[in-house]
């Protein structure tokens, strides 16, 4: 009787831990376990390292809030700012000196035009050079401007015309290379120079169209060859 009363002691004792043991079980599964799943759901998952080696989507960039250049050139308002690119340039007549210059560029001319150039005074035949480097665009003989030459410089950003020259010099053509202080025809009087009046008429012009070679934004030469400005 000992025994069996000492073996239902040992089972109910048992009973007891299993029973104690399921409630401790189902109260953690409850306000623990259940708990930390919800806030590990909340946080999102954690980004598993990318060994991907293939191309990446490139990062969103904010619009820039600086607006564009025009891409079309024709529809500036104003020239195109002076640069450094190309140096100083050469009086265009040899052996004319900066004090010599005088600033005719805001004269009148016949017809309410403006001169919008310089005329640079010398005797008949005296050298006329390129100003700079570039490439000789047009040859033109016109009524006003007698014998001429357009060159543009190696940029491309701007004009030089050359106007009543007495001839051209011997081997310039056009598309021709020209470096700075080349020779390229003489001072004179055609045109509607006057007859005697001897001078090279000079003119800078900002590019518009490169094949447009009479048109541009006009540009003093004075304060440029004078070495107040460079191009």
Not at 1 to 10: F, G, L, N, P
């Given at each position: 009787?000992?025994?069996?009363?000492?073996?239902?002691?040992?089972l109910?004792?048992l009973y007891?831990?299993v029973l104690?043991?399921?409630?401790?079980w189902?109260?953690?599964d409850?306000?623990?376990l259940r708990?930390?799943?919800?806030?590990?759901?909340?946080a999102g998952p954690?980004?598993?390292?990318?060994?991907?080696?293939?191309?990446?989507a490139?990062?969103v960039?904010?619009?820039?809030?600086?607006?564009?250049?025009?891409?079309n050139?024709?529809?500036?308002?104003?020239?195109?700012?002076?640069?450094?690119e190309?140096?100083?340039?050469?009086?265009?007549?040899?052996?004319v000196t900066?004090?010599?210059?005088?600033?005719?560029?805001?004269d009148?001319?016949?017809?309410?035009?403006?001169?919008n150039a310089?005329?640079?005074?010398?005797p008949?035949?005296t050298p006329?050079?390129a100003?700079?480097?570039?490439?000789?665009v047009?040859f033109h003989?016109s009524?006003?401007?007698?014998?001429t030459?357009?060159q543009?410089s190696?940029?491309?950003?701007y004009?030089f015309?050359y106007?009543?020259?007495q001839?051209?010099?011997a081997?310039?053509?056009?598309g021709?290379?020209?470096?700075?202080?080349?020779?390229?025809?003489?001072v004179?009087?055609?045109?509607n120079?006057?007859?005697?009046?001897?001078?090279?008429?000079?003119?800078?012009?900002?590019?518009?169209d490169p094949?447009?070679?009479?048109?541009g934004?006009d540009i003093?030469?004075?304060?440029?060859?004078r070495g107040e400005?460079?191009?």
């Open positions: 009787m000992a025994k069996a009363s000492t073996a239902k002691r040992i109910a004792v007891l831990l104690h043991g399921t409630i401790v189902l109260l953690l409850k306000y623990v708990e930390m799943s919800l806030a590990e759901w909340s954690v980004a598993a390292p990318n060994t991907n080696e293939g191309p990446q490139a990062p960039s904010m619009p820039s809030l600086t607006p564009s250049p025009d891409p050139p024709t529809m500036l308002l104003t020239p195109k700012p002076l640069s450094t190309l140096g100083k340039l050469l009086i265009p007549v040899v052996g900066p004090e010599q210059l005088q600033d005719t560029y805001t009148s001319r016949s017809e309410g035009r403006i001169h310089i005329d640079i005074m010398a008949g035949g006329v050079v100003v700079a480097d570039g490439e000789i047009k003989d009524e006003a401007g007698g014998i030459i357009y543009i190696v940029d491309k950003r004009f015309y106007a009543h020259l001839s051209r010099a081997g310039i053509a056009e021709q290379t020209v470096k700075q202080g080349t020779v390229i025809g003489y004179g009087d055609t045109g120079a006057g007859p005697g009046n001897t001078h090279l008429h000079f003119s800078i012009n900002a590019v518009v094949k447009r070679f009479w048109e934004f003093n030469p004075y304060p440029i060859l400005k460079s191009l």
